[in-house]
């Protein structure tokens, strides 16, 4: 809710993207934001049985990838961390898209994640 106080002019300026300081994005550098991002959140729905999942991946270095993970049983816990072999991690994760299972992010997506390409 916008309060009394607060004038039109200042919303406008606030979504102006002519406003000083913005600086406009070409459409390729909005589709790459991943090379400023370090890590690949992913959400996974449990299977039959099995807990949902939380990932953050880190980029792939050298074959091999950072990950923390939470289940739906460890919600309120700092996570596991792990290192994975990019090529593993890819694997299991086509399986649990495979098998239908929900996921927060495109499997296309977390192919190019874990590939790099």
Do not use: C, K
């Not at 979504?15 to 550098?29: C, M, Y």
């Not at 790459?32 to 991002?37: E, F, G, L, S």
């Amino acid at each position: 809710m916008i309060s009394p106080s607060m004038g039109h002019t200042t919303l406008r300026l606030h979504h102006d993207h002519a406003a000083h300081g913005h600086v406009p994005r070409t459409p390729s550098e909005i589709e790459h934001h991943d090379a400023t991002t370090e890590f690949l959140t992913l959400h996974i729905a449990g299977g039959h049985g099995e807990p949902e999942r939380l990932l953050l991946i880190g980029r792939p270095e050298g074959g091999h990838v950072r990950v923390r993970e939470w289940t739906s049983q460890s919600w309120n816990s700092e996570g596991e961390d792990y290192q994975a072999v990019a090529e593993e991690l890819l694997a299991g994760l086509e399986r649990d898209f495979s098998a239908r299972r929900a996921m927060s992010e495109e499997i296309y997506r977390v192919r190019q994640w874990l590939t790099g390409w």
